[in-house]
């Protein structure tokens, strides 16, 4: 799946509508609540059917997140959406993108690991 193959999937996928969220807002100088807060804000991504995902998907999902020069937007929405899948594919992808995550992904790519290790318990 290429960056732009992506973009047409989630348009896609968002037109069958989003999950309905309740959000807020951090005030916090603590950068690990700021970004508490930032990862909260991005399940506004999620789109109705995203825990049902084909597999094969998901795993060219977790294979787009380790493709140098994606846009960090893609990857963010990518590390929402496999956060909420419930297969070995998206855990085994999170995991292996945890090991090296792109300069600003860093709390995002634990956050998402973090929850799909829920998700797949």
């Not at 060219?60 to 990518?78: C, F, N, T």
């Amino acid at each position: 799946m290429t960056e732009k193959e992506f973009w047409v999937f989630f348009n896609n996928s968002l037109a069958k509508g989003r999950v309905p969220q309740v959000s807020g807002y951090v005030d916090s100088a603590n950068k690990l609540i700021q970004s508490e807060g930032q990862y909260l804000a991005g399940h506004s991504v999620l789109f109705e059917g995203h825990d049902k995902i084909v597999k094969d998907i998901v795993v060219e999902m977790g294979d787009l997140i380790m493709v140098p020069g994606v846009s960090l937007q893609a990857k963010e929405i990518v590390l929402m959406t496999l956060a909420h899948h419930p297969s070995k594919e998206a855990l085994r992808a999170l995991t292996r993108y945890n090991k090296s995550p792109d300069k600003g992904l860093e709390y995002t790519s634990h956050f998402a690991l973090q929850e799909c290790e829920w998700w797949n318990e």
